[in-house]
């Protein structure tokens, strides 16, 4: 009988450490999201909601003549500022897949497969609620977890959930992110203007062109990531996607291996320590100095582009450009008869498609893959607990409002599915953390 060793906790902590700060910024997003969408919705219900409507209509230019770009806030917000955030999603996505739990077929099964369950379920609903309507248009918006909101729920109980959990649903809300960039360029993208998806295209192409050849330059990426991302804007495809498409381009290898970083960092710090007096202020010191900037330039090369773009990033998608966006979006006045909006077709189907059609069809989708054996289950997490991931999957907000955004502009069917998505993901994240709390209490 073969066996193996278990590793020990010293070996597994350093694999750990980067989900650990993933799962801490998401979570920490999540609780400021929460915050800006009471405060707009608090505001687009107040004596000032003339003021709310009229903010984000607001003209704002950049450039001139022919190369101006001209549009209301609104729009800078959900078309300028989400692409960073759909580029933070490519990062996440290709770091996944290379690197982290979708790497390993065996590994990235559950999660794909149990994503899959809740991307058709909720999207089946929805469409028998609104068949043969206008509003059948909007499948896709109940499709989408937020994952910001979700890991902060589950982030709440602190270590009292299992850490593969935490993971597998980081993991199944990628997946998820991912099925929604492609149903929004499948599915919502206008009418195309093929000269300038050519030229975007193809400026992409020099990009992974660039990253073949191990060229990392930033102020480069940038003006070449700023081209593609108005070509797209005018082509017709949405922007947001040229986020995602430029975040795979972003180079995943290092300029120094470990074994050559480790080799020349002590040589440099050799340097530095024999350069003078411990006591002694590196200002006055040149060799010191060139010994820290050498240090410091070895750091970045041991570094992936792709790593250091998507640790600098996150930060400022969590706690800037998220809850922007749901400041913006998320002001739904709840006039009239509030019964009367939620018995709407597009309401219900958005609310039953959330808060049932997400855990339903994530917990089955699940449960077909362990028992057709093409996954395995985590030993430390229960099948209480996917159900209770399940739910908190139902938590759809950010993508779920982008999307209906792109399916609703305009139209008086808007304000129905945002109402459906507030109450369905109030519903989703206060009974996935009651079954989670639970089931991590026993």
């Keep these: 009988m073969n066996h193996t060793t278990a590793p020990k906790p010293t070996e597994v902590l350093p694999i750990l450490r980067p989900f650990q700060r993933f799962f801490q910024t998401e979570a920490s997003g999540g609780i400021l999201l929460l915050i800006f969408t009471v405060i707009a919705l608090v505001w687009a219900n107040s004596p000032w909601s003339a003021a709310y409507e009229s903010l984000w209509q607001t003209p704002i230019t950049i450039g001139g003549g022919a190369l101006s770009l001209s549009k209301p806030l609104i ?4 078309d300028g500022l989400m692409a960073l955030f759909f580029f933070l999603v490519g990062l996440e996505i290709k770091r996944e897949i290379l690197a982290g739990e979708l790497a390993s077929p065996r590994r990235a099964a559950l999660p794909i497969i149990a994503a899959l369950g809740g991307l058709l379920m909720p999207a089946l609903i929805y469409t028998l609620f609104n068949a043969g309507q206008e509003s059948a248009m909007g499948w896709g918006v109940p499709i989408a977890t937020d994952i910001a909101f979700a890991l902060g729920i589950m982030a709440l109980l602190g270590d009292r959930v299992p850490t593969s ?5 980081t993991a199944l809300a990628i997946v998820d ?7 929004i360029a499948l599915f919502y993208t206008a009418e195309i203007t093929w000269v300038s998806l ?33 070509a797209f804007l005018k082509s017709g ?20 291996d470990p074994a050559g970083f480790v080799h020349s960092s002590r040589k440099l710090l050799d340097r530095f320590e024999h350069a003078g007096d411990n006591g002694e202020s ?3 010191n ?42 913006a979006n998320a002001g739904v006045a709840l006039t009239g008869d ?17 808060v049932i059609g997400k855990p339903l069809g994530i917990m089955l989708f699940s449960w077909l893959a362990v028992r057709f054996n093409l996954a395995d289950k985590p030993a430390d997490v229960t099948w209480r607990h996917l159900h209770a991931v399940g739910w908190l999957a139902g938590v759809g907000f950010t993508m779920s409002l982008f999307i209906a955004g792109l399916a609703f502009d305009g139209t008086a069917l808007l304000p129905l599915a945002k109402t459906g998505i507030l109450v369905a993901s109030l519903l989703a994240g206060v009974i996935g953390f009651a079954l989670l709390r639970r089931e991590s209490g026993r």
């Design 338 to 354: 509030i019964g009367a909006t939620l018995s709407q077709s597009t309401t219900l189907g958005v609310i039953i498609g959330l």
């Design 286 to 327: 040149e060799t010191r100095q060139v010994a820290l900037h050498a240090l410091e330039a070895a750091a970045g090369q041991v570094q992936a582009p792709l790593q250091r773009l998507e640790h600098n990033l996150a930060p400022w998608v969590s706690f800037f450009i998220m809850p922007v966006f749901a400041l």
């Design 237 to 256: 495809i949405h922007a947001t996607i040229a986020g995602v498409l430029l975040a795979l381009t972003v180079p995943a290898r290092t300029h120094l």
């Design 198 to 230: 050519f030229i975007g295209v193809v400026v992409l192409g020099l990009l992974f062109t660039l990253s073949r050849l191990g060229f990392h330059n930033t102020p480069i990426y940038a003006i070449l990531g700023i081209i593609v991302w108005v």
């Design 75 to 78: 729009l800078w917000i959900n």
């Design 282 to 284: 590196v200002l006055v």
């Design 177 to 183: 992110d991912l099925s929604a960039v492609l149903v």
């Design 165 to 169: 959990l935490k993971i597998f649903l």
